[in-house]
């Protein structure tokens, strides 16, 4: 370690010049001597007090304890101890410049610990860092923090790095439920303090980094054990309190949208289009290549998502905003930036498709309540919302009600996607929000102005690509074959409230839908024989109608169209309305409930996953950009 260290310029005053040595910092030649097995503060009351007036040299501390073993790191417990424990005992100095500057050693020096591996992350940890495993220690570590955000005379730097500590410690491990340190937090007192800063603190990073940790730590083991920052953040209902968690996720979400704007321009531009040609002929270097989805649009649905799903008051603030424009404000970016990544992104990775899911997931919680689905019907809540279209580029929709817009991405969702590697769980998702749309409609009868033409078109071409053996066995694709049938049911089943007539009185949507049936017949009937083929019994009453239609009208329809083959579509679709007497159809109670979402148990593993992909975005973008500075 001594020899790459003075390999390194960070730790001189004064470079060597001529005949005269290098001077270095007091700082590094203090802690050279810490991590060299000495103590230098031996015998020396006042050492603390002077070695806290000097400027910490973040670079240096953090690599020796990066260039130090594991194995040499335990070793040296005794010292780092001594420094963890004066650090602490230091944030109750009086003098406001040793109190920075410890607390500017303890983020670096546990943020390095934290980069460390360990076998039992907690106990390791708590037992390098204390004296006997001290957990008092440590608890008395996060009540001086509390103390510093709480008080009114502290610096907003100070208070920002208080929290740049506690964000250090609850992000240590990007699988949170690894992390047993985030069980000292599990406090009235801590929440309390994070909800604190979010209502006194609003529009700053200070607000936001305390969301980001109440978020984080309302979902440590919340499917194994009561969560007491998931049970207060469910019932948080003061107007003002919620205003403020929702100024944080607009900004985050605005923020983004800006974002993907600029990207999105950019790849529409003449030279991107110039460099895209190139980048076909020559590979271009991986760092070249931009990454679509902005790095906190993660973290802000998944904030909108948690107080959606678990708090009733927040929802029923947001729907409907009551011209409320900071609340219309949220709602409409909220629609955009799951449009945004759902449509836009073309990146087809982990990141993108679990950022999708959460998009997804976001608006399906929306819509499992009416208020919304009431508010998103309304004329008079209309909204103008961007919604990217992949063969026009972007289109500014006019203004319209926002299940309008809701059902448009969804649909080209579907269309964009239509790969050999197909998202199914997304897809199946994605059919779930028209699901409790549909059902919605159904119950108010009521209809909306769509072309559901390009919705059935994406399902049909959906069944052709999941027509084969390897497919039709894997239990996911045949959850969404049983989704896409139960769409079909709707429309047939319940039409004269969802399809009504449309441009043309003597034809409606109806008759429209049995035209595209028959048209993909061929799609349907290697679909059915597939499932057939692998035993798949439960699809078999799911797609029963479908079936009669392709059966009843298929060889009529054949006829006709041999009769008569110049016979335009309208006439082929009138031809098939003229048969519909004596035609029945079979049906089923469930087709028109709308199902219940339940996060626990279908969706643990995927949010497990995802809050390592925020929890990575977050260290890797932000507390690695807030880099420590004294003054």
């Known amino acids: 370690m001594d020899t790459v260290l003075t390999n390194n310029n960070d730790q001189y005053i004064r470079p060597g010049v001529a005949n005269r040595a290098p001077l270095r910092e007091k700082f590094v030649t203090i802690y050279e001597e810490f991590f060299q097995g000495l103590n230098p503060s031996a015998n020396n009351p006042s050492f603390w007090d002077e070695l806290f007036l000097l400027k910490v040299n973040a670079s240096f501390l953090e690599r020796c304890i990066m260039m130090t073993t594991?194995?040499?790191?335990?070793?040296?417990?005794?010292?780092?101890?001594?420094?963890?424990?004066?650090?602490?005992?230091?944030?109750?100095?009086?003098?406001?410049?040793?109190?920075?500057?410890?607390?500017?050693?303890?983020?670096?020096?546990?943020?390095?610990?934290?980069?460390?591996?360990?076998?039992?992350?907690?106990?390791?940890?708590?037992?390098?860092?204390?004296?006997?495993?001290?957990?008092?220690?440590?608890?008395?570590?996060?009540?001086?923090?509390?103390?510093?955000?709480?008080?009114?005379?502290?610096?907003?730097?100070?208070?920002?790095?208080?929290?740049?500590?506690?964000?250090?410690?609850?992000?240590?491990?990007?699988?949170?439920?690894?992390?047993?340190?985030?069980?000292?937090?599990?406090?009235?007192?801590?929440?309390?303090?994070?909800?604190?800063?979010?209502?006194?603190?609003?529009?700053?990073?200070?607000?936001?980094?305390?969301?980001?940790?109440?978020?984080?730590?309302?979902?440590?083991?919340?499917?194994?054990?009561?969560?007491?920052?998931?049970?207060?953040?469910?019932?948080?209902?003061?107007?003002?309190?919620?205003?403020?968690?929702?100024?944080?996720?607009?900004?985050?979400?605005?923020?983004?949208?800006?974002?993907?704007?600029?990207?999105?321009?950019?790849?529409?531009?003449?030279?991107?289009?110039?460099?895209?040609?190139?980048?076909?002929?020559?590979?271009?270097?991986?760092?070249?290549?931009?990454?679509?989805?902005?790095?906190?649009?993660?973290?802000?649905?998944?904030?909108?998502?948690?107080?959606?799903?678990?708090?009733?008051?927040?929802?029923?603030?947001?729907?409907?905003?009551?011209?409320?424009?900071?609340?219309?404000?949220?709602?409409?970016s909220t629609i955009e930036i799951c449009g945004l990544i759902l449509t836009a992104a073309e990146n087809f990775d982990v990141r993108r498709m679990s950022t999708g899911k959460m998009a997804l997931l976001t608006i399906l919680t929306f819509c499992q309540h009416q208020n919304f689905l009431e508010f998103s019907h309304s004329q008079n809540?209309?909204?103008?919302?961007?919604?990217?279209?992949?063969?026009?580029?972007?289109?500014?929709?006019?203004?319209?009600?926002?299940?309008?817009?809701?059902?448009?991405?969804?649909?080209?969702?579907?269309?964009?996607?239509?790969?050999?590697?197909?998202?199914?769980?997304?897809?199946a998702r994605a059919l779930d929000i028209v699901h409790q749309i549909l059902c919605f409609q159904k119950t108010q009868n009521i209809s909306v102005k769509f072309p559901w033409e390009n919705l059935w078109e994406s399902l049909f071409t959906i069944l052709k690509l999941i027509s084969t053996d390897e497919m039709i066995q894997k239990p996911e694709v045949v959850i969404l074959a049983s989704k896409i049938s139960k769409t079909f049911n709707m429309f047939l089943m319940f039409n004269q409230v969802l399809l009504p007539p449309v441009f043309k009185p003597e034809l409606a949507e109806y008759d429209n839908l049995y035209y595209e049936i028959l048209r993909n017949q061929e799609i349907i009937h290697k679909f059915l024989a597939t499932f057939e083929r692998n035993f798949a019994e439960n699809l078999r009453s799911d797609f029963g109608n479908l079936s009669k239609i392709v059966t009843h009208f298929g060889k009529q329809v054949s006829t006709f169209i041999h009769e008569n083959p110049n016979a335009s579509p309208d006439e082929v679709k009138l031809f098939i309305k003229k048969n519909y007497e004596g035609f029945t159809l079979g049906y089923t109670d469930n087709w028109g409930l709308p199902e219940k979402y339940l996060e626990n148990p279908r969706e643990v593993s995927f949010f497990r996953q995802f809050l390592r992909i925020v929890v990575f975005d977050y260290k890797s973008n932000v507390l690695h950009c807030n880099t420590i500075t004294s003054t």
Do not use: W
Request: proline fraction near 3%.
């Open 70 to 332: 594991e194995e040499h790191l335990s070793n040296l417990k005794t010292n780092i101890t001594i420094i963890f424990t004066n650090c602490c005992l230091a944030l109750k100095n009086t003098s406001q410049a040793r109190r920075l500057h410890a607390l500017e050693t303890l983020c670096i020096l546990l943020k390095s610990i934290f980069r460390k591996k360990f076998t039992n992350f907690g106990y390791d940890v708590l037992g390098l860092l204390t004296e006997n495993d001290n957990h008092t220690q440590f608890k008395d570590l996060l009540t001086a923090l509390q103390q510093i955000l709480r008080s009114k005379d502290e610096k907003d730097e100070f208070q920002l790095l208080a929290l740049h500590l506690l964000a250090t410690i609850v992000t240590a491990m990007d699988n949170i439920n690894q992390n047993s340190l985030i069980q000292f937090f599990l406090t009235p007192e801590m929440f309390d303090c994070f909800l604190y800063t979010i209502q006194s603190k609003p529009g700053t990073h200070q607000a936001f980094s305390s969301l980001f940790s109440v978020i984080l730590i309302a979902n440590y083991h919340k499917y194994e054990a009561k969560n007491l920052f998931l049970s207060r953040l469910s019932t948080i209902s003061d107007p003002a309190t919620l205003d403020s968690i929702i100024s944080i996720i607009y900004g985050i979400l605005s923020v983004s949208e800006a974002e993907f704007h600029r990207v999105l321009q950019a790849k529409t531009s003449y030279y991107k289009k110039f460099f895209n040609l190139l980048g076909n002929i020559i590979a271009l270097p991986a760092e070249n290549q931009t990454d679509e989805i902005p790095v906190n649009s993660g973290a802000g649905l998944l904030f909108m998502y948690e107080l959606a799903y678990n708090n009733p008051t927040f929802i029923h603030l947001l729907f409907p905003p009551k011209n409320v424009q900071l609340r219309t404000a949220v709602v409409r």
């Open 381 to 427: 809540e209309s909204m103008d919302i961007k919604i990217y279209l992949a063969k026009s580029g972007y289109a500014i929709a006019e203004k319209k009600p926002i299940v309008q817009t809701v059902l448009t991405i969804i649909t080209e969702f579907l269309k964009s996607n239509l790969k050999k590697k197909l998202p199914v769980e997304n897809f």
